[in-house]
């Protein structure tokens, strides 16, 4: 095991002091980071751990985890359980168990998450690329705002990992794109090695293989803007310790290309056991290097850069990043979302002006409702979103066009949601008309309860949003809503007709009638 020193990051949240826990099941290895979240929001690591696991050489090669490597997980967890332990971290709201693409891509996922479960006690989340690409993006603000120069460029945030590259590219603080493509380190030297092809070959047949993969970055990328590369991950850090002798680690490191590529050479000629013998490598470790390397050096190149920027962030920095900021959600990343969810729908030719209206007026709603939908402030998100995207289905067809929105939002990559929020919001526009939630419904019937009624709520709201642009002139500009017994009254300033709104509520108010236990009144204040 090796141990990192402690670290601070800031964070926007408040409240006691709270000692947690985020494990890492990498496709190499799997990490510990324990950590304090004091008053003031920030993170104070206070140890970190590292074992060597066989993983990804499973999944990668066989297409499942083996019973030894099971095994030899649970033995880790159940040592790191221990660490735990000592520093009083013991209930399940402390600790964060994630896994990455060697445990969703395994065909056994399952049945090892399940025997992790009851060897260990963690239940064991897979992580969605999209949920990498958004923790990526939490590690990553700091270094942003600390570098003001960057913020004028466009800063390309790339880690190459054992099953897959994550790509992220910002302008400003704004995500332009995020990319998850199946090029892995590890994935890419099994991938080889099947092949049984001659040591003078794989170097070129590797580089063939990345170049493939780097063909499809270069297209994606923006070029319109001066660019620099930020690599995150455990094998770029490793060559900045290398070729940087004393590497501040709480400063970015700036390597020239000449000199990567002459290390990435030098990594590529030695074996496996020769890395592990002169490196101090753990024998996953060596066998992603060079290749993690090689993929760096390339890209760099293809977009003609002299050095590639390093930052000693990771996976674990993101996660202990959401347990401080726990169900609150930080304006900008929810203006990210929200950037997203418009690209989309600008895709699909959707009515901008109305959906935008509609997002606003649904968030109105949502914000004066509290007292009654009682949701985390993280659902107005999604219901943001599908207020933008409830309409895309027109692209298709006007009929059913609400089942044709859920199918393209279900189904389209959306930066910062998870394939879960996505189905959550798609549901939330596909019953922004028509008939409500039912259980035989697809995709409904694979939400469990606390999500059906969070999908059943955020429609009833969406359908009054939605009622009250009925006219589709962005009228009603302004809403207050109260309570009065067992009905709630909509009260609309400056309006001199709303009599269509008031028709449309009462063809489309029996979702929120039936949810909340509420009929709905619109009325014009006075004066």
Same mark, same amino acid.
């Given at each position: 095991?090796?141990?990192?020193?402690?670290?601070?990051?800031?964070?926007?949240?408040?409240?006691?002091?709270?000692?947690?826990?985020?494990?890492?099941?990498?496709?190499?290895?799997?990490?510990?980071?324990?950590?304090?979240?004091?008053?003031?929001?920030?993170?104070?690591?206070?140890?970190?751990?590292?074992?060597?696991?066989?993983?990804?050489? #499973?999944?990668?090669?066989?297409?499942?985890?083996?019973?030894?490597?099971?095994?030899?997980?649970?033995?880790?967890?159940?040592?790191?359980?221990?660490?735990?332990?000592?520093?009083?971290?013991?209930?399940?709201?402390?600790?964060?168990?994630?896994?990455?693409?060697?445990?969703?891509?395994?065909?056994?996922?399952?049945?090892?998450?399940?025997?992790?479960?009851?060897?260990?006690?963690?239940?064991?989340?897979?992580?969605?690329?999209?949920?990498?690409?958004?923790?990526?993006?939490?590690?990553?603000?700091?270094?942003?705002?600390?570098?003001?120069?960057?913020?004028?460029?466009?800063?390309?945030?790339?880690?190459?990992?054992?099953?897959?590259?994550?790509?992220?590219?910002?302008?400003?603080?704004?995500?332009?794109?995020?990319?998850?493509?199946?090029?892995?380190?590890?994935?890419?030297?099994?991938?080889?090695?099947?092949?049984?092809?001659?040591?003078?070959?794989?170097?070129?047949?590797?580089?063939?293989?990345?170049?493939?993969?780097? #063909?499809?970055?270069?297209?994606?990328?923006?070029?319109?803007?001066?660019?620099?590369?930020?690599?995150?991950?455990? #094998?770029?850090?490793?060559?900045?310790?290398?070729?940087?002798?004393?590497? #501040?680690?709480?400063?970015?490191?700036?390597?020239?290309?000449?000199?990567?590529?002459?290390?990435?050479?030098?990594?590529?000629?030695?074996?496996?056991?020769?890395?592990?013998?002169?490196?101090?490598?753990?024998?996953?470790?060596?066998?992603?290097?060079?290749?993690?390397?090689?993929?760096?050096?390339?890209?760099?190149?293809?977009?003609?850069?002299?050095?590639?920027?390093?930052?000693?962030?990771?996976?674990?920095?993101?996660?202990?990043?959401?347990?401080?900021?726990?169900?609150?959600?930080?304006?900008?990343?929810?203006?990210?979302?929200?950037?997203?969810?418009?690209?989309?729908?600008?895709?699909?030719?959707?009515?901008?002006?109305?959906?935008?209206?509609?997002?606003?007026?649904?968030?109105?709603?949502?914000?004066?409702?509290?007292?009654?939908?009682?949701?985390?402030?993280?659902?107005?998100?999604?219901?943001?979103?599908?207020?933008?995207?409830?309409?895309?289905?027109?692209?298709?067809?006007?009929?059913?066009?609400?089942?044709?929105?859920?199918?393209?939002?279900?189904?389209?990559?959306?930066?910062?949601?998870?394939?879960?929020?996505?189905?959550?919001?798609?549901?939330?526009?596909?019953?922004?008309?028509?008939?409500?939630?039912?259980?035989?419904?697809?995709?409904?019937?694979?939400?469990?309860?606390?999500?059906?009624?969070?999908?059943?709520?955020?429609?009833?709201?969406?359908?009054?949003?939605?009622?009250?642009?009925?006219?589709?002139?962005?009228?009603?500009?302004?809403?207050?809503?109260?309570?009065?017994?067992?009905?709630?009254?909509?009260?609309?300033?400056?309006?001199?007709?709303?009599?269509?709104?008031?028709?449309?509520?009462?063809?489309?108010?029996?979702?929120?009638?039936?949810?909340?236990?509420?009929?709905?009144?619109?009325?014009?204040?006075?004066?």
């Amino acid at each position: 095991m090796s141990a990192k020193p402690s670290e601070t990051t800031p964070v926007e949240s408040s409240g006691p002091i709270r000692t947690v826990a985020v494990i890492d099941m990498g496709t190499a290895s799997i990490r510990l980071a324990v950590a304090e979240i004091l008053p003031n929001g920030s993170v104070r690591k206070l140890e970190s751990l590292s074992q060597a696991v066989n993983l990804g050489r #499973d999944t990668f090669t066989r297409g499942a985890i083996s019973t030894e490597t099971t095994e030899d997980c649970v033995q880790v967890l159940r040592s790191y359980r221990k660490i735990l332990r000592e520093y009083q971290i013991d209930r399940p709201e402390q600790v964060r168990v994630v896994a990455t693409s060697a445990v969703r891509e395994a065909s056994n996922s399952l049945a090892f998450i399940d025997r992790i479960y009851i060897g260990t006690g963690f239940p064991v989340e897979p992580l969605e690329p999209a949920e990498v690409n958004h923790l990526t993006y939490l590690t990553i603000q700091p270094l942003l705002k600390a570098e003001p120069a960057l913020g004028e460029v466009e800063t390309l945030v790339m880690e190459v990992g054992g099953g897959s590259t994550e790509l992220l590219a910002i302008r400003g603080a704004n995500v332009v794109f995020s990319e998850t493509y199946r090029l892995g380190s590890l994935r890419l030297r099994e991938t080889l090695e099947a092949l049984h092809a001659p040591v003078v070959k794989v170097r070129k047949m590797m580089e063939q293989q990345i170049e493939r993969t780097i #063909d499809d970055m270069a297209a994606s990328i923006p070029r319109d803007n001066l660019i620099e590369l930020v690599g995150v991950g455990g #094998d770029v850090r490793f060559a900045a310790r290398k070729l940087i002798a004393e590497w #501040d680690s709480t400063r970015i490191a700036r390597l020239p290309i000449k000199a990567l590529e002459q290390l990435t050479d030098k990594i590529l000629g030695q074996t496996t056991d020769q890395l592990v013998r002169k490196q101090r490598l753990s024998y996953p470790e060596a066998e992603t290097l060079g290749p993690a390397l090689l993929a760096y050096v390339l890209l760099a190149k293809r977009l003609e850069l002299k050095q590639l920027l390093v930052t000693n962030v990771s996976l674990r920095d993101g996660l202990l990043i959401e347990l401080a900021a726990g169900d609150t959600i930080t304006e900008e990343f929810s203006n990210q979302i929200i950037r997203s969810a418009t690209d989309l729908g600008r895709k699909f030719q959707f009515d901008e002006v109305h959906a935008t209206h509609v997002a606003k007026l649904a968030g109105d709603l949502f914000h004066q409702l509290q007292a009654e939908h009682m949701l985390s402030p993280r659902t107005e998100v999604i219901l943001r979103v599908a207020a933008l995207l409830h309409e895309v289905g027109l692209y298709i067809s006007q009929r059913s066009y609400h089942k044709h929105s859920l199918y393209l939002i279900r189904n389209s990559d959306m930066f910062g949601l998870s394939r879960r929020d996505l189905l959550l919001a798609a549901l939330v526009a596909r019953y922004h008309r028509r008939a409500s939630p039912q259980p035989s419904h697809e995709g409904y019937n694979t939400l469990d309860r606390d999500q059906r009624v969070t999908v059943q709520k955020l429609a009833a709201i969406l359908r009054l949003a939605d009622a009250l642009d009925e006219s589709r002139s962005q009228r009603i500009k302004e809403i207050k809503c109260q309570r009065d017994e067992d009905r709630l009254i909509i009260t609309v300033p400056q309006v001199e007709d709303v009599s269509l709104e008031q028709l449309t509520l009462r063809a489309y108010g029996s979702l929120f009638e039936e949810t909340f236990g509420l009929s709905v009144l619109l009325r014009i204040a006075p004066g």
